[in-house]
């Protein structure tokens, strides 16, 4: 535990200007980003004596061991760089908002040529047009269900649409009159585009008018005597009428505003967010946050407004945003949004009226969500403290193993040999630490091998870091020892030797108080296997020099716990909370080799030689396969013929010509019962005219199963 008098700048030091300030602990990684009016204030607040500050200051200050600032112009900017540093540090002790799922928007693609209607989660993209979020996808899909009468938009995939054009024949939503069918030319790309903004007006709020317009051609229908056109009018009427009161209305000047409550109490907060558009609540959703610090209601509402709008522009911001509490000062965020939304945004309390009922509404939900999360994470901490400790009892460890990595090898029979290394921390995924590892060493198919290259690999990187911030030097002992014959890795030379090439899941950041790569060794190390691989495990650690680390490993036959120089496994009741801890462990590990392990197959099934040419992208491969056909009629054209294609000059021809030559096949394929030369087309492994890769079929059928 430092003293924060140790690393306290002198007050004449600290600029009395705006500006971003952080704290950085013993290894130079950043706990914790704030801003301020004024640097010089708001540090001295940190280094005032320990037993004035919140317990959770204290512990973030005393964890630190430096800190550093960075002066700006204006508050606004000293909001904009607090943000960005945030997302990119992720600060231990900064608040940080859990949200509780991955909510599902209803999207319309318009920066396709025919504008597709679907459900979509994650990222926003730029060209499609989001509405929601919404609580569930069924919820979406019945409401698009209803707007498709009216709105015949495409809903269909792009390998559904292009079926569809090959053959002529549209799919089901188009016989029943459901989707206008475009993929075989009923509308064209300019109405179909129309339709779809149709669609997204009338799910911006803008009802009225197309409601009015279907009244009025339904009675013009009926007065002459078109029955049947009247009565299809009155039942899209209908659909739009049901559609519309799936979302209530709670605002009756048809208000854009997005509604933030907070309940909180000392160690949690809950955010509930209400998106109202066109006076409808269109969307609704929640995170959970810890308080790791002394922060006010103001403060937590400021962190929501920049999680919800730190990456949104135009409409996505709205006109209107109401919170329980204005953060303090509100002006710098106020411009922060206006900026955002590009035009002025309203940022207040509601006193009275529709807005302040709604807003109590939005509480309640804020308190109740908070309630059913401190309910189940109370079974859910219970449950795992129980795990870790029985863990810890099974395998005679000295404390619960609250980091615990697991490790696995997956390959197809020796082919594409990869390793996973997944990290639970407290009993939870940390998907942010999971890596990933090619087995180059040697090849085939050796699984205690490739274990103990892995372990080598992994640990040996540990070493490094450890080297880098100075917490280990060369014959320091057992916690720095090398191998016989290695040597100390320092500098750039702690990612050579076989270890440069290392796949990473997640960024690869660098030590300048960014998360690094493999810095934080586990308590237990598991791996996927019996005694051979627990034996090879254990046998790189002892070469490194590490002896503070646990190994077992967990053998899927009969879910037995094998731990080094022990003749027999440790057996857990079937019942145990420790045994099923182990197996979640143990199967996200395997999950997560085999879908790299799946990945790098279908890249290699879909290489090319023209992978192979320096300097040519998708965009000519794909015009050199259109214009030939194939490979094989490229492979037999002549550098003035390759030259025809566009955006291929003379040099490239020759370099295109000589890679193609280098990877010309030794003989022509034989067929051994009639003795005839094969002459099939190479398989257009660029992924052809359509863009669309070929594969080389099943390889699971062909070669045998998956480890």
């Given at each position: 535990?430092?003293?924060?008098?140790?690393?306290?700048?002198?007050?004449?030091?600290?600029?009395?200007?705006?500006?971003?300030?952080?704290?950085?602990?013993?290894?130079?990684?950043?706990?914790?980003?704030?801003?301020?009016?004024?640097?010089?204030?708001?540090?001295?607040?940190?280094?005032?004596?320990?037993?004035n500050l919140h317990p959770r200051t204290r512990t973030m200050v005393t964890t630190a061991a430096s800190v550093e600032w960075t002066v700006v112009s204006t508050e606004v900017e000293a909001?904009?760089?607090?943000?960005?540093?945030?997302?990119?540090?992720?600060?231990?002790?900064?608040?940080?908002?859990?949200?509780?799922?991955?909510?599902?928007?209803?999207?319309?693609?318009?920066?396709?040529?025919?504008?597709?209607?679907?459900?979509?989660?994650?990222?926003?993209?730029?060209?499609?047009?989001?509405?929601?979020?919404?609580?569930?996808?069924?919820?979406?899909?019945?409401?698009?269900?209803?707007?498709?009468?009216?709105?015949?938009?495409?809903?269909?995939?792009?390998?559904?649409?292009?079926?569809?054009?090959?053959?002529?024949?549209?799919?089901?939503?188009?016989?029943?009159?459901?989707?206008?069918?475009?993929?075989?030319?009923?509308?064209?790309?300019?109405?179909?585009?129309?339709?779809?903004?149709?669609?997204?007006?009338?799910?911006?709020?803008?009802?009225?008018?197309?409601?009015?317009?279907?009244?009025?051609?339904?009675?013009?229908?009926?007065?002459?005597?078109?029955?049947?056109?009247?009565?299809?009018?009155?039942?899209?009427?209908?659909?739009?009428?049901?559609?519309?009161?799936?979302?209530?209305?709670?605002?009756?000047?048809?208000?854009?505003?997005?509604?933030?409550?907070?309940?909180?109490?000392?160690?949690?907060?809950?955010?509930?967010?209400?998106?109202?558009?066109?006076?409808?609540?269109?969307?609704?959703?929640?995170?959970?946050?810890?308080?790791?610090?002394?922060?006010?209601?103001?403060?937590?509402?400021?962190?929501?407004?920049?999680?919800?709008?730190?990456?949104?522009?135009?409409?996505?911001?709205?006109?209107?945003?109401?919170?329980?509490?204005?953060?303090?000062?509100?002006?710098?965020?106020?411009?922060?949004?206006?900026?955002?939304?590009?035009?002025?945004?309203?940022?207040?309390?509601?006193?009275?009226?529709?807005?302040?009922?709604?807003?109590?509404?939005?509480?309640?939900?804020?308190?109740?969500?908070?309630?059913?999360?401190?309910?189940?994470?109370?079974?859910?901490?219970?449950?795992?403290?129980?795990?870790?400790?029985?863990?810890?009892?099974?395998?005679?460890?000295?404390?619960?193993?609250?980091?615990?990595?697991?490790?696995?090898?997956?390959?197809?029979?020796?082919?594409?040999?990869?390793?996973?290394?997944?990290?639970?921390?407290?009993?939870?995924?940390?998907?942010?630490?999971?890596?990933?590892?090619?087995?180059?060493?040697?090849?085939?198919?050796?699984?205690?091998?490739?274990?103990?290259?892995?372990?080598?690999?992994?640990?040996?990187?540990?070493?490094?870091?450890?080297?880098?911030?100075?917490?280990?030097?060369?014959?320091?002992?057992?916690?720095?020892?090398?191998?016989?014959?290695?040597?100390?890795?320092?500098?750039?030379?702690?990612?050579?030797?076989?270890?440069?090439?290392?796949?990473?899941?997640?960024?690869?950041?660098?030590?300048?108080?960014?998360?690094?790569?493999?810095?934080?060794?586990?308590?237990?190390?598991?791996?996927?296997?019996?005694?051979?691989?627990?034996?090879?495990?254990?046998?790189?650690?002892?070469?490194?020099?590490?002896?503070?680390?646990?190994?077992?490993?967990?053998?899927?036959?009969?879910?037995?716990?094998?731990?080094?120089?022990?003749?027999?496994?440790?057996?857990?009741?079937?019942?145990?909370?420790?045994?099923?801890?182990?197996?979640?462990?143990?199967?996200?590990?395997?999950?997560?080799?085999?879908?790299?392990?799946?990945?790098?197959?279908?890249?290699?099934?879909?290489?090319?030689?023209?992978?192979?040419?320096?300097?040519?992208?998708?965009?000519?491969?794909?015009?050199?396969?259109?214009?030939?056909?194939?490979?094989?009629?490229?492979?037999?054209?002549?550098?003035?013929?390759?030259?025809?294609?566009?955006?291929?000059?003379?040099?490239?021809?020759?370099?295109?010509?000589?890679?193609?030559?280098?990877?010309?096949?030794?003989?022509?394929?034989?067929?051994?019962?009639?003795?005839?030369?094969?002459?099939?087309?190479?398989?257009?492994?660029?992924?052809?005219?359509?863009?669309?890769?070929?594969?080389?079929?099943?390889?699971?059928?062909?070669?045998?199963?998956?480890?």
């Amino acid at each position: 535990m430092a003293d924060p008098s140790s690393y306290r700048p002198r007050p004449g030091d600290i600029p009395d200007t705006p500006g971003v300030y952080r704290f950085r602990d013993e290894h130079r990684r950043v706990i914790y980003v704030g801003k301020a009016k004024s640097l010089r204030q708001r540090l001295a607040n940190y280094f005032q004596d320990l037993a004035n500050l919140h317990p959770r200051t204290r512990t973030m200050v005393t964890t630190a061991a430096s800190v550093e600032w960075t002066v700006v112009s204006t508050e606004v900017e000293a909001l904009q760089l607090e943000y960005s540093w945030i997302k990119e540090y992720d600060p231990r002790f900064n608040v940080k908002y859990r949200d509780d799922k991955s909510y599902p928007y209803l999207a319309v693609t318009m920066n396709e040529e025919f504008p597709r209607v679907q459900v979509m989660r994650g990222h926003k993209k730029k060209g499609v047009r989001y509405f929601g979020p919404y609580a569930h996808a069924w919820a979406i899909r019945d409401t698009v269900d209803l707007m498709l009468r009216v709105f015949p938009v495409r809903t269909c995939s792009a390998g559904v649409f292009k079926n569809a054009s090959r053959t002529g024949r549209p799919c089901l939503l188009g016989y029943i009159g459901k989707c206008s069918a475009p993929c075989v030319g009923r509308i064209s790309p300019e109405d179909h585009r129309e339709l779809a903004e149709e669609f997204c007006d009338f799910m911006a709020g803008r009802t009225g008018t197309y409601l009015r317009r279907l009244e009025r051609q339904m009675m013009e229908a009926a007065e002459e005597m078109e029955y049947e056109r009247a009565a299809r009018l009155r039942d899209d009427v209908g659909a739009l009428k049901k559609a519309m009161e799936k979302n209530a209305v709670v605002l009756a000047d048809a208000t854009d505003a997005d509604l933030i409550a907070v309940a909180e109490d000392e160690l949690e907060a809950a955010v509930q967010i209400f998106h109202v558009r066109g006076g409808r609540v269109r969307g609704q959703r929640g995170w959970v946050t810890d308080k790791v610090e002394e922060v006010t209601t103001g403060a937590l509402v400021e962190h929501a407004l920049q999680q919800l709008y730190g990456e949104e522009t135009g409409d996505a911001v709205p006109k209107e945003v109401l919170v329980p509490a204005l953060p303090e000062p509100v002006d710098p965020v106020q411009e922060w949004l206006t900026a955002r939304r590009g035009s002025s945004v309203s940022l207040r309390i509601p006193q009275r009226g529709d807005k302040k009922a709604l807003m109590e509404t939005v509480q309640r939900n804020a308190q109740q969500s908070l309630a059913l999360h401190k309910t189940k994470r109370a079974s859910d901490l219970t449950t795992r403290s129980r795990a870790l400790e029985e863990i810890a009892e099974a395998l005679d460890l000295d404390s619960a193993p609250l980091r615990i990595e697991c490790y696995d090898i997956s390959h197809l029979q020796g082919d594409d040999v990869v390793a996973s290394m997944v990290v639970f921390e407290d009993g939870l995924q940390r998907k942010s630490e999971y890596r990933r590892f090619q087995i180059k060493g040697f090849a085939g198919q050796d699984d205690v091998r490739s274990m103990h290259e892995v372990i080598t690999r992994r640990f040996r990187r540990y070493l490094a870091e450890k080297e880098k911030t100075g917490e280990w030097t060369e014959g320091s002992g057992a916690d720095g020892a090398l191998a016989d014959g290695d040597t100390a890795l320092t500098g750039p030379d702690a990612i050579t030797r076989g270890l440069e090439e290392d796949v990473v899941d997640g960024s690869l950041k660098d030590d300048d108080g960014r998360p690094k790569k493999f810095a934080y060794p586990p308590q237990l190390v598991v791996v996927d296997g019996g005694r051979p691989q627990v034996a090879a495990a254990r046998r790189a650690l002892d070469e490194l020099g590490i002896d503070d680390i646990a190994v077992c490993g967990l053998a899927k036959r009969l879910e037995e716990v094998w731990v080094p120089d022990e003749e027999d496994p440790v057996v857990l009741p079937r019942t145990s909370e420790g045994l099923y801890l182990l197996q979640r462990v143990r199967d996200e590990a395997h999950r997560f080799a085999i879908t790299y392990q799946r990945t790098k197959r279908a890249k290699r099934f879909r290489s090319s030689p023209l992978d192979d040419v320096p300097g040519l992208g998708e965009t000519r491969k794909q015009a050199l396969i259109k214009h030939f056909g194939s490979v094989k009629k490229l492979r037999s054209a002549t550098i003035e013929q390759i030259q025809e294609v566009p955006g291929i000059g003379r040099k490239t021809a020759e370099t295109i010509a000589v890679a193609l030559l280098r990877a010309a096949p030794a003989a022509p394929a034989v067929n051994t019962a009639t003795g005839e030369i094969i002459e099939d087309e190479e398989p257009d492994t660029t992924g052809g005219s359509s863009g669309e890769p070929v594969t080389a079929g099943a390889p699971d059928e062909r070669r045998g199963q998956e480890t």
